[in-house]
């Protein structure tokens, strides 16, 4: 009998006949010779219907396929470096064929479809070889991260989505009926990250976080996945030290499992060898004055604009991606304003009006990937912020708490991994590097 198998492994399988089972890709040819590119998800392979060697009926079937019907085929399989396919260079004489069911006129054709039209069929649109190549590559990125850390001395402590106080800035929370009580759906995992990290030394949380945010840019999702670590007894040096590591080894991994993924989506592969570490880190102060003499330098009006800063403002996407593009690995910048930063984070001695924050921005100008700081852990302080903020301190006991029993230095930072996708990936916009984009305008499929 002959051996079911995933098409990834077609190799393997040189000279022998096998079963494999999916959907019709495409299908060319005509009379007695059939050309069917068949995908399983693992892959996708050449199967080649010859009348001669098939059952009358069976190629009658062949013959009839539409684009993703879905077949049972056993064939023999047999090197012809022409066969396309991932990974290609074999092909499947079909001595056999069964029909599971024959597919309804899809939507999706070879032709351009637009990006609205497309994202209202997501659900069908992951079966195209670029999407596919997407997720695969969000599948390593994120196999990768939780693999540095779990090697490095992290443990994996998961963090509630369910939760009574704002963990970022309140502007952007949603708000649940908790059984006639008001929640929020997480923003961040930090908080609980900083109590488990008490308990276990290095921590980090990976899920999704909620912003409601008004934004409707190619770097913003509403439903986003963000990888988390916090390290107790850390300063803002070392936690560089780690994102420098994380990134590089992600990058590493995505390159020596993904040539072919990068290659369907025509991804610049130079562009991601150069990223190894270590990478520039740059103050926000010189942040400023680079932006400000770029401003002075520049010509085009509409692009001076966009670049004005003063110190003390926070940045845009225009500032962000002009300091990337002054180097071509990723950019850390830290010490920001502390007004422009969250209510948790360190102000560094001797000048509180800066604070000891750390944004890590990726070149080609995809921004900021990830957000960290020292932790302000000291009780006083830290009462002071919230209250200042409004944010009310009876939410927050547990968390002050922490600065009460055997208080550490501590620093951590989240990577936002769709973020993290596009820019490995080298996509415009973020909507293609989650299955199931929630954004301003869509919570469809
Ligand atoms: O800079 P942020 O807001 O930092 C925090 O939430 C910290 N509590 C993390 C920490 O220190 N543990 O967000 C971190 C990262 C950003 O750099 C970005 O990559 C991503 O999360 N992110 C978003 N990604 C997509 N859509 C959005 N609306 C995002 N907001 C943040
Ligand atoms: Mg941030």
Redesign the pocket.
């Known amino acids: 009998m002959a051996e079911l198998i995933q098409i990834k492994d077609i190799a393997q399988y040189d000279g022998q006949e096998v079963t494999v089972r999916g959907w019709v890709y495409n299908k060319t040819g005509k009379g007695r010779l059939q050309f069917i590119l068949l995908r399983d998800g693992s892959g996708q392979a050449q199967c080649v219907a010859f009348k001669k060697e098939m059952d009358e009926a069976e190629f009658e079937i062949a013959k009839a396929l539409t684009q993703e019907s879905s077949v049972i085929i056993t064939g023999s399989v047999r090197a012809d470096e022409r066969a396309p396919g991932f990974p290609g260079g074999f092909e499947i004489g079909i001595s056999k064929l069964e029909l599971v069911q024959q597919s309804e006129e899809y939507p999706i054709t070879p032709k351009e479809h637009g990006t609205e039209f497309l994202m209202n069929q997501r659900h069908l649109w992951l079966r195209s070889n670029r999407q596919w190549a997407i997720l695969r590559i969000r599948a390593t990125i994120v196999k990768a991260m939780r693999d540095y850390l779990d090697d490095n001395g992290f443990l994996l402590v998961d963090t509630p989505i369910i939760t009574p106080a704002a963990?970022?800035e309140t502007t952007t929370l949603f708000e649940l009926d908790y059984f006639g009580d008001p929640a929020f759906l997480a923003?961040?995992?930090?908080l609980y990250?900083e109590a488990n990290m008490m308990a276990f030394g290095k921590v980090y949380c990976f899920g999704p976080?909620f912003?409601a945010?008004k934004?409707k840019t190619r770097?913003?999702?509403?439903e986003?996945w963000?990888l988390?670590p916090?390290i107790a007894f850390c300063s803002l040096e070392e936690l560089m030290d780690v994102e420098e590591a994380l990134v590089s080894y992600v990058v590493e991994q995505v390159l020596a499992k993904h040539q072919q993924e990068l290659e369907i989506i025509e991804r610049d592969i130079d562009k991601l060898k150069a990223i190894t570490s270590p990478f520039a880190r740059i103050s926000y102060d010189e942040a400023v004055e680079r932006l400000q003499k770029l401003h002075t330098e520049t010509e085009d009006e509409e692009k001076k604009k966009e670049l004005a800063i003063e110190w003390g403002e926070d940045f845009g996407s225009p500032h962000e991606t002009a300091l990337a593009e002054m180097f071509d690995k990723p950019v850390f910048v830290y010490h920001y304003p502390t007004a422009v930063k969250?209510f948790y984070m360190t102000p560094v001695e001797g000048r509180p009006e800066i604070c000891r924050s750390v944004?890590?921005l990726a070149p080609e100008g995809y921004g900021?990937?990830?957000?960290?700081?020292e932790r302000i852990h000291e009780l006083e302080l830290l009462e002071k912020n919230i209250d200042e903020m409004g944010l009310g301190r009876e939410a927050y006991e547990w968390y002050l708490d922490l600065r009460k029993f055997g208080s550490v230095p501590h620093a951590?930072?989240?990577?936002?991994l769709?973020?993290?996708v596009a820019w490995v990936c080298g996509l415009p916009h973020?909507r293609e590097t989650i299955p199931y984009a929630r954004l301003l305008n869509r919570k469809y499929p």
């Open positions: 963990g970022e923003q961040t995992g930090q990250n976080t912003r945010e934004s770097r913003h999702l509403i986003f963000m988390e916090e969250a944004d890590l900021e990937i990830i957000g960290g700081s951590g930072f989240g990577i936002g769709e973020r993290t973020v």
